[in-house]
C-alpha cells in the first residue's frame, strides 16, 4: 500500500474536527425537524427524558417520525421494530458503498464510524473518497455535527416547539433533499458503483410492485449491499 493510499484511511481529532465544522451547516436544519420532532413527540404523550433519549440513542429521523405514527396506549412492538428496521435498511447499502475503505480499517474502527453514518455525512464521505481525499474524518466528524444539532433541536421542540411544527411550510424539506442530490452528483462514477445502484434500484421497484407494503427499502438495500459487499470483497483481495 503506497502512502498516498494510507492516507485515506486516516482518521485522527483534526480530521474528525475537519468533518464536523464541515457538516454544521447543513446540519443547522436537521436541528429544525429535531425540533418538529420533540414537538410531536411531545403531543404523543411521551415524557422530555424518553423524547431526548431515542433522539440521542436511535438517532433516525425517519424512522423516530414513523414509529410516533403507531405509538399509542397498546404498542405494536413487532411491527414498531419492522419499521424501524426497514426504513435503515439504506445503511446496508451506505456500509456497502464504503466497504473498500472500510475493510482496511480494523472492527473497532469501523463499526465505531458507521455507528453515527447518517445520508449527507455518507455522501460527503463517499464524495471526498471518490476525490482522492480522506472520508473518515467526514463520515465521524459530520455524524457527530448531525447527531448533536438532531439531539439539540429535540431538546427545543420539547420545549420551545410550538414555533417550528411544520418546517415544511419554510420550505426545509426540501434542504436535504438537494444537498443530498448534488452530492450524487459529484460523487463516484464507477462501474461498480454504477451496478450497486441499479441492482439496488430494480429490486426495489420489484418489491414494490409485487411484495408487502414498505418492504421496497429493506430489499433494495439488501440487493445493493450485497452486490457491493461482495464486489468489494473481490477488488480487495486482487
Not at 11 to 31: E, K, M, N, Y
Not at 77 to 105: D, E, K, Q, S, V
Not at 204 to 228: E, K, Q
Amino acid at each position: 500500500m503506497t502512502t498516498a493510499n494510507t492516507g485515506l484511511y486516516q482518521l485522527d481529532g483534526s480530521l474528525i474536527w475537519s468533518g464536523f465544522r464541515q457538516l454544521a451547516p447543513i446540519s443547522v436544519f436537521v436541528t429544525v425537524f429535531g425540533a418538529a420532532f420533540g414537538l410531536a413527540a411531545k403531543q404523543k404523550g411521551l415524557s422530555d427524558t424518553s423524547i431526548i433519549a431515542m433522539s440521542a440513542l436511535a438517532f433516525s429521523g425517519y424512522a423516530q417520525f414513523a414509529l410516533l405514527e403507531q405509538w399509542g396506549a397498546q404498542i405494536p412492538l413487532f411491527a414498531m421494530l419492522m419499521t424501524a428496521l426497514a426504513i435503515n435498511a439504506r445503511h446496508l447499502l451506505m456500509g456497502a458503498t464504503l466497504y473498500p475503505w472500510l475493510c482496511r480499517l480494523t472492527p473497532a474502527k469501523r463499526y465505531g464510524v458507521m455507528l453515527l453514518a447518517s445520508d449527507a455525512n455518507w455522501a460527503m464521505s463517499m464524495r471526498a473518497f471518490s476525490g482522492g481525499r480522506p472520508g473518515f474524518g467526514l463520515l465521524l466528524g459530520g455524524g457527530l455535527a448531525l447527531w448533536f444539532f438532531w439531539v439539540s433541536g429535540t431538546w427545543l421542540g420539547v420545549y420551545f416547539g410550538n414555533a417550528i411544527s411544520h418546517p415544511e411550510r419554510l420550505g426545509l424539506d426540501m434542504v436535504m433533499g438537494c444537498f443530498l442530490l448534488a452530492m450524487a452528483v459529484g460523487g463516484e462514477k464507477s462501474p461498480r458503483m454504477l451496478i450497486i445502484w441499479l441492482v439496488a434500484a430494480l429490486s426495489s421497484l420489484l418489491a414494490y410492485w409485487y411484495l408487502p407494503d414498505n418492504s421496497h427499502v429493506l430489499v433494495g438495500a439488501l440487493a445493493g449491499g450485497m452486490i457491493g459487499t461482495v464486489w468489494g470483497t473481490h477488488d480487495h483481495e486482487h
